[in-house]
């Protein structure tokens, strides 16, 4: 194809992709709520033309699900990934799915949608066994056509056969085809996007231009904890084109420009009451830790860790801490709705379309057949947009202007005041290595602003016990799931504690781990990871800066090595390389895996490193990246990945699982340079100088 | 007050009326219909908004539309030439040098000025010249090897 005609096409087909309804497409709801349904005409259509267009209540964040789900269909019907249009994240077209979150795409969605295509292509077999009038088995099938084998002029394509009706046939579990025969899983494809965000012609919700927009900026309280009294609109509402909607406590400001509505907002004169949580960044772990203490709770026990402590001959007590971190997607919470005939359209950024339209439909009390959540490309997700407050309060002012679509975007100082922080937090852990420096006699963890979720690993542990507390409300400011949720801050005290016990004991880190590891693969993965970084063993400190960390989520193991060079004067950590290998079963696709893997650890070197939360009462203090500061490039080291060979067949999620060793590799590293231990993440330079004036006092 | 300002935008010229102090990235994406171009900070901070302003990386969130009067403005949608993709887009596809795609324009507009001075920069030099735009989703080291194989591609940038 020429490169000109590919381009209008494809620019076309992103318009095709969110805007335009595929022939035959209907909504299909599950049997039972919450589940997926069964008839495979809910993921697959074929239009007249025989294109084959594939509807998934997932979203592309950029995490690439829009091509790893088109190659599950290529590969049952004999497509390239190419022929397969996508369209997701769309309530009324697409089958119902759980939030695209907690890497669960290729855990749960994966297979449902690969059976649906190896029951269309039994199917699609079947009609054209008949319209041939040929035996299935004496059939061949490649890039929507059907033909006799032996005389391949006797051919039927997709479009032919099911003259863009829905499939009534139905046969029920079809076994995909198995591994051996596979041509697409495993293999590099173009991404389905790549084009459109090359050129520009990619819509996110803000690049909706709908005829009529307004665009509302919403009045907010100065600090969390404070509502909305009373407002002076007057200076704002002389401004030519302004128009004001309140409902309750929401007041926004409309304007056909963007700009303009926010420069109006500026003249709205609000008072606020309220209480502001009495905390700020630095008295927030005890804050936390006294609120805590009182609802406190086992949650995981084995053995008695008193009678382990006598048994061990090194023990080392720490405290690890977090703070709270921003998703600070680069495209800010944004949302367009239209109410319209009874209807309320919602295009949002977001990773949960079932859940924004439940929610919409809850807070304007309508029926959810009334709500349709319709999503464009998302400028990035991690969490952050798994909750839909934009997507709530742009319907809320919409039904107030009916007919007129209104658009909400948060600017970065409105994101980073609402976004539902990654939790801060305090693990405390003791615990104990035998003389023989082969087993752990006891671990005794408690675990406080998170939840014990991944606390525990493949590592034997003679006696252990994780305390964490059922406090509701615990944080003063709202918390939200930030990419491998409870997993990254527990693996960062658990990988950091161990390797403290290894330096105590004259052990090499990696030779601690492999004494502990209790799941075979973790051993295999380990070595992977040995040779391609090369880890000579030896007990830290050994000045080399290098670290070591292990992580998990769900049945996804990954080890982490890293090298840094740390700056004793300014307590500048420079990342000079970084490995992962990484077990997530099979992968299928290896460029989107390495890509998620790649992301993870560039995005957890500024969680390690720089990324904070400032506040002072309920005044959140960074209104932009000027304070609040994500990884540029030149904090970009050389990046390995690596994928264990695992031989089995069921795939795991990615986007979460390479995120969880990264700060405790980083914090390990770093002692291995200096003797000190940066306990509090991020260890930016003031907590690195701090952590070295302890080495130098010793 | 609204004044006329006429500028060259992707090769054409247009005209539009305008208070000379709006910010060039609002009139592009609300009174011109051009989207490519991001909004992420509205402060210079990250570099989603970056255009071509006569070749220079210009940051259309800090621009006033007065201020390209009788100037070329080069933006995302103006890259590709008859449907020929520039060598920098070309190379950010093939490396999959993105993964969200919301810096993806303000990125490549920022490669494109920089290989136009210096194609056959050193990584460093790279790394410098790219650190005003932020990515979130950790492309980061995909959009390094990108723009180094756009400036070594043959005939470079255009």
């Known amino acids: ?698 | 007050m609204d004044a006329t300002v006429s500028f060259v935008l992707n090769g054409k010229p247009v005209t539009v009326s305008s208070p000379r102090d709006r910010m060039l990235v609002w009139v592009l994406r609300d009174e011109l219909g051009l989207t490519g171009t991001k909004v992420g900070c509205e402060a210079g901070l990250c570099g989603a908004c970056t255009v071509l302003v006569d070749s220079e990386a210009t940051l259309s969130c800090s621009t006033a539309v007065g201020d390209v009067a009788g100037k070329s403005v080069l933006t995302i949608e103006g890259l590709a030439l008859d449907g020929k993709l520039d060598p920098v887009q070309k190379a950010f596809q093939d490396h999959h040098a993105f993964q969200c795609g919301f810096c993806t324009s303000g990125m490549i507009m920022a490669a494109w000025a920089f290989l136009k001075k210096k194609p056959r920069a050193t990584r460093t030099e790279i790394v410098e010249a790219m650190e005003g735009n932020i990515c979130r989703c950790g492309a980061h080291v995909r959009i390094l090897d990108a723009v180094e194989s756009a400036g070594k591609a043959k005939g470079g940038v255009r």
């Open chain 1, 1 to 698: 194809m020429r490169r000109r005609t590919f381009l209008q096409g494809a620019a076309a087909g992103a318009l095709t992709f969110f805007f335009t309804t595929p022939a035959g497409a209907a909504p299909v709801e599950p049997t039972r709520p919450g589940t997926y349904p069964e008839d495979f005409n809910a993921y697959l259509k074929i239009s007249a033309d025989g294109r084959v267009g594939c509807f998934v209540g997932k979203t592309e964040l950029g995490q690439g699900a829009m091509t790893v789900l088109a190659m599950l269909v290529a590969e049952e019907l004999e497509l390239d990934p190419a022929q397969v249009d996508m369209l997701l994240g769309d309530t009324d077209l697409c089958p119902w799915d759980m939030p695209t979150g907690g890497s669960l795409t290729m855990w749960h969605t994966a297979p449902v949608l690969r059976g649906a295509a190896a029951e269309a292509r039994a199917v699609l077999l079947g009609m054209a066994a008949k319209a041939l009038g040929a035996a299935t088995a004496d059939l061949a099938l490649k890039d929507g056509a059907i033909w006799v084998k032996a005389t391949p002029k006797r051919r039927i394509t997709f479009g032919e056969l099911v003259k863009g009706r829905k499939m009534e046939r139905h046969l029920g579990k079809v076994k995909p085809k198995p591994l051996s025969e596979c041509t697409v899983i495993g293999r590099h494809f173009p991404r389905k996007d790549a084009l459109a965000k090359t050129t520009g012609a990619a819509k996110y919700a803000g690049d909706l231009r709908l005829p009529g927009t307004l665009h509302a900026c919403i009045l907010r309280p100065p600090a969390h904890g404070l509502k909305l009294v009373t407002a002076d609109t007057a200076a704002a509402e002389r401004v030519p084109g302004v128009r004001i909607v309140r409902d309750g406590t929401l007041l926004a400001v409309l304007h056909p420009q963007p700009d303009t509505a926010r420069k109006a907002l500026a003249l709205v004169k609000g008072t606020f009451e309220g209480t502001e949580p009495d905390v700020d960044d630095g008295r927030i772990y005890q804050y936390l830790v006294d609120k805590a203490a009182p609802g406190q709770r086992v949650m995981i026990s084995r053995g008695d860790v008193v009678a382990g402590e006598k048994r061990a001959a090194t023990v080392v007590e720490g405290e690890y801490r977090n703070a709270y971190e921003s998703h600070a997607t680069l495209e800010p919470h944004t949302a367009v709705a239209k109410w319209e005939e009874g209807r309320m359209t919602v295009w949002a950024s977001n990773q949960s379309p079932f859940v924004f339209r439940d929610a919409v439909a809850e807070a304007l009390k309508l029926d959810k057949d009334k709500v349709r959540i319709v999503t464009p490309f998302v400028g990035g997700g991690f969490g952050g947009k798994l909750v839909a407050p934009v997507a709530v309060e742009t319907a809320r002012i919409a039904r107030q202007v009916p007919g007129v679509p209104i658009q909400v975007a948060w600017n970065r100082e409105e994101d980073l005041f609402l976004d539902g922080y990654r939790p801060a937090a305090v693990v405390k852990i003791r615990s104990g290595l035998d003389a023989g420096r082969g087993a752990i006699t006891f671990w005794d963890s408690v675990v406080t602003g998170v939840s014990q979720g991944e606390a525990e690993f493949a590592y034997e542990m003679q006696t252990n016990r994780y305390q964490a507390p059922a406090v509701p409300d615990l944080h003063p400011l709202k918390i939200g799931a930030w990419r491998a949720p409870n997993a990254h801050t527990n693996a960062f005290a658990r990988e950091s504690q161990l390797d403290a016990l290894a330096a105590k004991a004259g052990l090499d880190p990696v030779t601690l781990r492999r004494r502990l590891a209790n799941d075979p693969r973790l051993l295999r993965l380990l070595d992977l990871a040995v040779e391609t970084f090369g880890w000579e063993p030896a007990p830290g400190p050994t000045g080399r800066g290098i670290g070591l960390a292990c992580g998990a989520w769900r049945q996804a193991l990954v080890v982490a090595m890293a090298q840094v060079a740390v700056d004793k004067a300014t307590g500048k950590v420079r990342v000079e390389r970084f490995l992962e290998a990484v077990d997530v079963g099979l992968v299928v696709n290896p460029d989107g895996a390495r890509q998620q893997v790649e992301g993870a650890i560039t995005m957890c070197i500024g969680q390690a490193l720089s990324e904070e939360i400032h506040f002072k009462g309920g005044h959140i203090l960074d209104k932009n990246f000027d304070t609040y500061l994500l990884p540029r490039f030149s904090a970009i080291p050389r990046i390995q990945v690596v994928f264990a060979d695992s031989g089995t067949t069921t795939t795991q999620g990615i986007g979460e699982p390479p995120v969880v060793p990264v700060a405790a590799a980083l914090a390990n590293a770093v002692f291995d340079a200096t003797g000190a231990r940066v306990t509090h993440v991020p260890f930016n330079p003031e907590r690195v100088l701090e952590a070295l004036k302890h080495v130098a006092a010793r």
